[in-house]
T-cell receptor, first 113, second 117 residues
Framework: DAGITQSPRHKVTETGTPVTLRCHQTENHRYMYWYRQDPGHGLRLIHYSYGVKDTDKGEVSDGYSVSRSKTEDFLLTLESATSSQTSVYFC????????????FGSGTRLTVV | AQKITQTQPGMFVQEKEAVTLDCTYDTSDPSYGLFWYKQPSSGEMIFLIYQGSYDQQNATEGRYSLNFQKARKSANLVISASQLGDSAMYFCAMREHNAGNNRKLIWGLGTSLAVNP
């Protein structure tokens, strides 16, 4: 299986604080994605990356930024967390087989209080 | 307009019976791929099956098969001989191959399947 890990798995933070979620892959894949999952909304793309220092916005990017300084790491930062950003966050990589589908990390459950 | 539509928010099936989960899609790209993922209550996303738009035969992976009807733009997931462990959320997704070099997947909202003993 592809090696992709997310950290932390769970986090509770206060409104207004910055939060960084990390996605780490050991597969040397070029494409990486950050999604959030909320009931009734399915999976919504926040940001994605198509190489080191190459990133672009998804459909729900407001309030989020990303960085990718190395192939293996893709960081998602909530610049000033709000309660509406309480969600489950998934990182995914696009594998080179199976029609370029995704392999997902285990997810990060973030609660903003 | 939604590009992936899963019209069944929730489904029930008896153990050992077959079940079909519906997925319709909308694209003008002649080259695309269709995916199904499973999300059990533990939360992880598990890849199940893939169908390419030019594939001549329906994809199969063990008890999973994809009923691909290109003219109807449907890609229904068929699970044969349901097991209790099949209880989960199921997501249909599509990738348009000519939509830019980003490999993004477009997702449906999912169908919750409950398998009854």
């Amino acid at each position: 299986d592809a090696g992709i890990t997310q950290s932390p798995r769970h986090k509770v933070t206060e409104t207004g604080t910055p939060v960084t979620l990390r996605c780490h892959q050991t597969e040397n894949h070029r494409y990486m994605y950050w999604y959030r999952q909320d009931p009734g909304h399915g999976l919504r793309l926040i940001h994605y990356s198509y190489g080191v220092k190459d990133t672009d916005k998804g459909e729900v990017s407001d309030g989020y930024s990303v960085s990718r300084s190395k192939t293996e790491d893709f960081l998602l930062t909530l610049e000033s967390a709000t309660s509406s950003q309480t969600s489950v966050y998934f990182c995914a990589i696009s594998a080179g087989t199976g029609g370029y589908g995704y392999t997902f990390g285990s997810g990060t459950r973030l609660t903003v209080v | 307009a939604q590009k992936i539509t899963q019209t069944q928010p929730g489904m029930f099936v008896q153990e050992k019976e077959a079940v079909t989960l519906d997925c319709t899609y909308d694209t003008s790209d002649p080259s695309y791929g269709l995916f199904w993922y499973k999300q059990p209550s533990s939360g992880e996303m598990i890849f199940l099956i893939y169908q390419g738009s030019y594939d001549q035969q329906n994809a199969t992976e063990g008890r999973y098969s994809l009923n691909f009807q290109k003219a109807r733009k449907s890609a229904n997931l068929v699970i044969s001989a349901s097991q209790l462990g099949d209880s989960a959320m199921y997501f249909c997704a599509m990738r348009e191959h000519n939509a830019g070099n980003n490999r993004k997947l477009i997702w449906g909202l999912g169908t919750s399947l409950a398998v009854n003993p």
